[in-house]
């Protein structure tokens, strides 16, 4: 459906040629034809309306439908921004021109809720918000975070975070009259605070996560101040054990918490920052990753200090016979140990747990460094012996 004419080249031709302070036409309009033009200024907002609806219902593909409830969504912001910037001049301090001027701001904000009540579905969130909802959507939050900075009763792992989330929408809502937001962050950061409101003084769920950090966590708070304080927290934690096993062990339960935490998609406070879990997740990988290098390191450290013959009396009743040799026993431990399927405090104690139960059918005592050691120096020769070891045991359970 093609129209030969804008629909709103009357609006357009009054708001940015006539009522503009800069084309010195404003004072040539008298009493009695700023009445006149109140009075056509409604009458048009009522000619446009029904415009909207006979176009909108005119159209069968919805892309065209979804296109034509946008472009007119976008020109009443446009128009209503330049009617709040014309009125700033100081010929607007003429009750009839100031008169006009409160009766195109009020027909345009009525045309914008039209639109936006009528057909939301259609409308996409990242159009900035005019001038006027932005003004209203401010003063709202501000009035939210001054409630936050009254409210005394709050743990100190409780008050951190949300100590960042009000500097973080001062220092956003400080910038506004530069950068305009779109209707995506201010409803984000009106949901963000009516989340921390209601749920902050929960109790506690986790050692290491506050109900705000859930709720942050969940609503993708992707600010560097905000990642920044959760992985001093950690560290601060990981701090109380003595040794680095021990650390690992903690760091390890903290990140699968971490990572059963609920994260909404397509939400973020900052969309120009990368996203908070996935930051968090190359972070935890990075420190379990150097405390594992850390642990083996001092078990290499023991094993060349430690002489060959250690190893644990353990009754030949009880042990079983691998048709393997240590080298290739080894190999395959140490793979199961890296690959998780074997899960233990460090390779170490999957050796020392393991080891001593097995004999080779020449070797009947078998030291668990000395064959932890051989992990390291495989031989191409031992390594396909274990692999075909492995291949027999699938062909075995697929047999099953």
């Not at 800069?22 to 446009?48: D, F, N, P, Y």
């Not at 406070?269 to 001092?298: A, C, G, M, N, S």
Request: proline residues 3%.
């Amino acid at each position: 459906m093609i129209h030969t004419k804008y629909p709103l080249e009357w609006f357009d031709c009054l708001i940015v040629q006539e009522l503009n302070p800069k084309r010195g036409v404003l004072q040539s309009i008298s009493i009695a034809e700023s009445e006149e033009l109140v009075t056509h200024i409604k009458k048009e907002s009522r000619r446009i309306q029904i415009q909207i609806k006979e176009e909108v219902f005119s159209i069968r593909k919805k892309r065209q439908f979804r296109l034509l409830v946008r472009k007119y969504h976008s020109s009443f912001i446009y128009l209503l921004d330049c009617t709040i910037e014309n009125q700033q001049h100081e010929y607007f301090n003429e009750p009839h021109l100031r008169h006009i001027g409160v009766t195109i701001t009020s027909v345009l904000e009525d045309l914008i809720s039209f639109v936006e009540n009528r057909f939301y579905k259609y409308l996409s969130l990242d159009v900035r918000v005019p001038i006027t909802y932005q003004i209203v959507s401010k003063r709202e939050i501000l009035s939210k975070l001054d409630g936050f900075k009254s409210n005394t009763v709050m743990s100190s792992i409780t008050e951190n975070p949300l100590q960042i989330v009000m500097a973080k929408l001062y220092q956003k809502l400080a910038s506004e009259h530069r950068n305009k937001s779109t209707y995506r962050e201010i409803v984000y950061r009106k949901e963000l605070l009516n989340a921390l409101a209601i749920d902050t003084l929960e109790v506690v769920k986790s050692s290491t996560y506050s109900a705000a950090d859930e709720i942050l966590i969940c609503f993708n708070f992707n600010c560097q101040e905000y990642s920044a304080y959760l992985k001093n927290r950690i560290l601060l934690q990981l701090d109380h054990y003595d040794t680095v096993g021990d650390r690992l062990a903690a760091i390890l339960l903290i990140y699968k918490e971490f990572g059963q935490l609920y994260c909404k998609p397509k939400r973020m406070f900052d969309p120009q920052e990368p996203h908070l879990k996935e930051v968090l997740f190359t972070w935890f990988q990075h420190e379990i990753r150097y405390l594992e290098q850390q642990i083996k390191t001092k078990e290499e450290a023991v094993v060349v200090a430690t002489p060959q013959s250690d190893t644990i009396a353990i009754d030949s009743n009880l042990k079983m016979e691998c048709d393997l040799s240590c080298d290739q026993i080894a190999l395959i431990l140490r793979a199961a140990d890296e690959s998780r399927v074997i899960k233990a405090r460090s390779m170490s104690q999957v050796f020392k747990s393991i080891v001593p139960y097995l004999s080779t059918p020449f070797k009947k005592e078998l030291s668990y460094q000395s064959v932890r050691s051989k992990s390291y120096n495989a031989e191409d020769r031992d390594k396909a012996v274990a692999i075909k070891t492995l291949e027999k045991m699938i062909t075995k359970i697929n047999s099953y």
